[in-house]
Structures are given as C-alpha cells and as structure tokens.
C-alpha cells in the first residue's frame, strides 16, 4: 500500500513538472518566429544555386565550375530588371508615360535576352543539352510552373492569360485553374 502511495505521488510530480516543461516549451516558440528574419538577397541566391544544382544532379567537378558561373548569370539576370518607378495609375499616365514604359519594358527584355545568349554559350561548355534547357527553361513550359511562381502577382489576382507564346498549348497551369 504504502509503494503504491509512493509511486502515485511521484508520478503526480513527475506529470506536474512535464506540464511546467511543456509550457515554457510553447511560450518560447512565438519568440523564435518573431526572431526570425527574411533572408538577405545573397542568401536567397545561395539557395536558389544550391536548388539548381540538386535539380541538374552534377558531380563535384562541375558544380565547383558551374556555381560561381550561375551566381554570376542570376546577378547579371537581376541587373536586366527595369528600375522600379513610381506606379501610377493607367489612367492618370499620359500617352507619353505609357510609351515610355513599353519601351523600357522591351529594353529590359533584350538585355535578359542578351544576357541569356552569353551565359547559354559559357554553360554550354559545363553542361550537357538537358541541364541547359533545365537551366534556361521557361515558367510555363511542359504543364509546370517554376518555383515562386504560384505567388506570382498575375496568379494571386485571378488573372489566367495562359502561356505567351501558346494561349492553347492546354498545358499551361494558369489554364487549368
């Protein structure tokens, strides 16, 4: 009688203690997330390199000669970006505004273009014809989206304008939706 007192009693204390444990467990969790910050854009590079070097499965060799070279290519891809400018309403621009922003959106698009065409020549010596294209591929191509892009601004509002190039290539997640 007396043993089985005892143990009761120590397993009360032993739960007691456990709930105390678990419950600055709990309270501790919110200030770690609130701790954690957004990662820095160089950060962001080293992860998207690492993923592409997963993705396209090289040996040790190659991936010490292809990761400077693609930090490289991502940063001269970034460089490519219009600069922002300040959005104003469509229907506040004048026709002046609006040509302006055409044309510096054709401009950005041949510098990705150019860009694109010296990289291609410099990962082709690496790579074989199937990591070039995983490297150089498209959002919309084969049905598949690249990552990031179901958070893109076209995606969250609704929008489903399908591939650019094929409205009806049927494959294009935007299409399915």
Known sequence: MKTRLMTLVVMMAVSISSFSVMAQNAQDVPAQRRVKQKPTPEQMMDRHVKMMEKKLVMDDATAAKFTPLYKEYLQAMKDCRPAE?????????????????????????????????????????????????????????????????????????????????????GKCPMQDK
């Open 85 to 169: 400018c300040v959005k104003a309403k469509k229907a506040e621009m004048t026709d002046a505004e609006i040509e302006q922003a055409i044309q510096n959106r054709f401009d950005a698009r041949q510098k990705m273009l150019d860009v694109q065409k010296k990289y291609f020549k410099k990962f082709n010596e690496l790579l074989n014809a199937k990591q070039l294209e995983m490297v150089f591929q498209q959002p919309c191509m084969g049905g598949k989206m690249k990552p990031g892009m179901q958070n893109h601004k076209m995606m969250r509002h609704g929008d489903r304008p399908g591939c650019m190039e094929r409205p009806d290539c």
